[in-house]
């Protein structure tokens, strides 16, 4: 996850850069968007609060439940639920509904509180080209829906989708339009729109030959493919009758806002419902996701015109814990989605794969027995390793000992791509059932083959790691450390006077408690606001701030409170040491071996010191920190 940094501006001000873009806002920008954005304000427009003693509550945004547990802490300016660990500041609350990354939440706030943003010149500059992008995407959007429902020329489309059940409410939902059979109709329309031919060359809505430019769509049924927010970054054009093109469909290229392998169709109709039922339904194409939609499967998505890819799997990470992969049942399909599951659990999804009866799609199945054949198909979904063996049976592959070999390898590429150990040994063992071999003899050919990657399709991934599927298991003590600095400011000075930073050994922990022990014991501001991108530092910060878990008898002796904490860290820390000296000696022999016992029986005095309480134990914490 990229941090931001602190520099000094030639101007001497305080700027918070972001990654390899390098965009700058001012930090004192950035407070005021905070100060002007009561979070309790900000969080009551997306979901409904309730008042709650000092704070308000309401049912997680980000988790389903029943039970209201998602708390607001206007005092503090932070947010927690106590069901999912979500937490942070007003903009980590933005980011984490919106999915949108840091500077977009800034964006979004600065515009509700009216703070103007300054920027630099390139920053300016790619901003504006964006945005530019971005109208002319929404205006044409808008011009091939008003060419459908107006255009004579436009019978055969309308046609078309009153036939495919996607006209009416189906088309205004996900906005499908229609191209005129013109090569220059999209040319005319921007000259009239004033977009000039550059920005709709680089729009990928005309194309460039040796003739000049021209409509890229052409006598196309259009869907507009929207980003997250919904904001429409392309367009996919399907030919009504196959013999017109040779292409089936016609996609937009890749453009500063269009990156096919970071796009998934529907994603902003779908996100919600994934987050809600914590699973993805992955389709084959367009037509299919938007049937599922259509049916009430509204956590449908598909790859815009290319394999999986490790982005799109980080997408849905950040919705929810499972995909059920639903994609043709041709030799192709079935390959694709083996393909797809590996890259999918590597990025630490459950995946199942629903297959679907030979010569269908969710499309026709919906149309032809409803709903509830797909919803059928879905709850049979099974694990990756079992359909990959399944398809070798229908194949043929399990005839023969290099079919078989085969399937095996394939099989246990599938389980090497599972990012828990757990989860892969849960996978040998029904394979090795449904195999009918011991779970010993695939375990032992699993722990012998060599470790591959699955392979993304398009290109580098260049974005943070997703996190992981939980909070860490943190040391206790280093815990409640915190937890003191953060309700007990008065007692920063002692912790910071008595603890080395090089005991603490969470390492986010450390960096957490080093922000805090920075501050002075009268600074207000809630340790959430340091968080910027990092999702764990601001999990733990608003849960350390909405609540004492701990530490016991604080309101009684916050002091006693904190030298308890102090030497716990100090006696963990020298045992660290101690059982690393005892490592070393077992493998040392001579002189050395014989100094290292002497380093330990040093620590062992030190330990039996620090467990006779504070004063005993001062001279070593006052020589060590």
């Known amino acids: 996850m990229l941090l931001p940094c602190l520099r000094a501006s030639p101007a001497g001000r305080n700027l918070v850069r972001w990654g390899a873009s390098m965009k700058k806002?001012?930090?004192q920008t950035i407070e005021t968007i905070r100060q002007r954005c009561d979070i309790a304000d900000v969080v009551q427009s997306y979901v409904p609060l309730h008042r709650s003693g000092s704070s308000l509550k309401a049912c997680c945004p980000f988790h389903k439940e029943k039970t209201p547990s998602f708390h607001v802490n206007p005092a503090r300016?932070?947010?927690?639920?106590?069901?999912?660990?979500?937490?942070?500041?007003?903009?980590?609350?933005?980011?984490?509904?919106?999915?949108?990354?840091?500077?977009?939440?800034?964006?979004?706030?600065?515009?509700?509180?009216?703070?103007?943003?300054?920027?630099?010149?390139?920053?300016?500059?790619?901003?504006?080209?964006?945005?530019?992008?971005?109208?002319?995407?929404?205006?044409?959007?808008?011009?091939?829906?008003?060419?459908?429902?107006?255009?004579?020329?436009?019978?055969?489309?309308?046609?078309?989708?009153?036939?495919?059940?996607l006209d009416g409410e189906a088309a205004r939902r996900f906005r499908i339009g229609w191209s005129p059979d013109r090569f220059d109709a999209i040319l005319e329309w921007g000259r009239a729109g004033g977009f000039d031919e550059a920005l709709l060359e680089t729009a990928g809505l005309a194309v460039r030959n040796e003739r000049g430019l021209y409509d890229r769509f052409r006598k196309r049924v259009m869907?507009?493919?929207?980003?997250?927010?919904?904001?429409?970054?392309?367009?996919?054009?399907?030919?009504?009758?196959?013999?017109?093109?040779?292409?089936?469909?016609?996609?937009?290229?890749?453009?500063?806002?269009?990156?096919?392998?970071?796009?998934?169709?529907?994603?902003?109709?779908?996100?919600?419902?994934?987050?809600?039922?914590?699973?993805?339904?992955?389709?084959?194409?367009?037509?299919?996701?938007?049937?599922?939609?259509?049916?009430?499967?509204?956590?449908?998505?598909?790859?815009?015109?290319?394999?999986?890819?490790?982005?799109?799997?980080?997408?849905?990470?950040?919705?929810?814990?499972?995909?059920?992969?639903?994609?043709?049942?041709?030799?192709a399909g079935q390959n694709a989605a083996i393909r797809s599951a590996q890259i999918l659990m590597a990025a630490g999804l459950s995946v199942r794969m629903a297959t679907l009866p030979p010569g269908e799609d969710?499309?026709?199945?919906?149309?032809?027995?409803?709903?509830?054949?797909?919803?059928?198909?879905?709850?049979?979904?099974?694990?990756?390793?079992?359909?990959?063996?399944?398809?070798?049976?229908?194949?043929?592959?399990?005839g023969s000992e290099a079919g078989r070999t085969r399937t095996v390898r394939s099989v246990l590429?599938?389980?090497?791509a599972a990012a828990m150990e757990s989860t892969r040994e849960d996978l040998l063992r029904q394979a090795a059932a449904r195999l009918a071999?011991?779970?010993?003899?695939?375990?032992?050919?699993?722990?012998?083959?060599?470790?591959?990657?699955?392979?993304?399709?398009?290109?580098?991934?260049?974005?943070?790691?997703?996190?992981?599927?939980?909070?860490?298991?943190?040391?206790?003590?280093?815990?409640?450390?915190i937890e003191v600095a953060v309700?007990?400011?008065?007692?920063?000075?002692?912790?910071?006077?008595?603890?080395?930073?090089?005991h603490m050994s969470d390492p986010l922990l450390r960096r957490m408690l080093g922000v805090v022990l920075a501050r002075g014991s009268d600074d207000p501001r809630s340790l959430a606001a340091?968080?910027?991108?990092?999702?764990?530092?601001?999990?733990?910060?608003?849960?350390?701030?909405?609540?004492?878990?701990?530490?016991?008898?604080?309101?009684?002796?916050?002091?006693?409170?904190?030298?308890?904490?102090?030497?716990?860290?100090?006696?963990?820390?020298?045992?660290?040491?101690?059982?690393?000296?005892?490592?070393?000696?077992?493998?040392?022999?001579?002189?050395?071996?014989e100094e290292l016992g002497q380093q330990m029986m040093e620590l062992t005095l030190q330990l039996k010191t620090l467990q006779r309480g504070w004063d005993a134990a001062l001279p070593i914490l006052e020589l060590g920190a």
């Open 223 to 331: 869907f507009p493919i929207c980003d997250e927010q919904g904001r429409v970054i392309g367009f996919s054009g399907r030919v009504l009758r196959e013999e017109d093109s040779p292409a089936k469909y016609v996609n937009s290229p890749e453009t500063p806002l269009f990156r096919k392998s970071r796009v998934l169709y529907a994603i902003d109709k779908a996100r919600r419902a994934i987050v809600e039922k914590r699973q993805a339904v992955l389709c084959e194409g367009q037509i299919d996701t938007l049937r599922c939609h259509l049916a009430g499967i509204e956590n449908a998505v598909a790859a815009q015109g290319t394999a999986v890819t490790e982005d799109h799997a980080r997408i849905l990470k950040r919705y929810g814990d499972e995909v059920v992969v639903m994609l043709d049942a041709d030799n």
């Open 362 to 398: 969710p499309d026709s199945m919906i149309l032809k027995e409803g709903a509830e054949s797909v919803l059928q198909v879905l709850a049979a979904a099974e694990s990756a390793p079992f359909f990959a063996i399944r398809v070798a049976e229908q194949r043929g592959e399990m």
């Open 530 to 593: 340091d968080a910027a991108e990092d999702v764990e530092f601001a999990r733990l910060a608003a849960g350390f701030e909405m609540e004492s878990r701990w530490i016991d008898g604080v309101e009684a002796s916050p002091e006693r409170a904190a030298r308890d904490c102090v030497l716990r860290v100090w006696r963990a820390a020298l045992d660290r040491r101690r059982r690393d000296l005892m490592a070393l000696a077992a493998r040392a022999t001579g002189r050395e071996r």
């Open 413 to 416: 590429d599938l389980v090497a």
């Open 437 to 481: 071999i011991p779970v010993e003899a695939l375990r032992s050919d699993f722990r012998a083959m060599p470790r591959r990657a699955p392979a993304a399709a398009e290109g580098p991934a260049d974005e943070a790691a997703p996190a992981s599927d939980g909070p860490a298991r943190r040391p206790v003590e280093e815990m409640a450390v």
């Open 25 to 27: 806002v001012s930090q």
């Open 487 to 502: 309700h007990h400011p008065a007692q920063r000075a002692l912790i910071r006077d008595h603890l080395p930073a090089g």
């Open 77 to 165: 300016q932070i947010y927690h639920c106590f069901g999912c660990g979500a937490g942070g500041d007003v903009f980590r609350f933005v980011m984490e509904y919106e999915k949108a990354d840091f500077m977009t939440a800034v964006r979004m706030l600065a515009q509700r509180a009216g703070v103007p943003i300054e920027v630099d010149e390139d920053e300016r500059r790619e901003t504006s080209n964006k945005d530019r992008l971005l109208k002319v995407h929404e205006a044409a959007a808008a011009f091939f829906q008003d060419r459908l429902a107006k255009d004579p020329a436009a019978g055969d489309a309308r046609a078309y989708l009153a036939r495919r059940q």
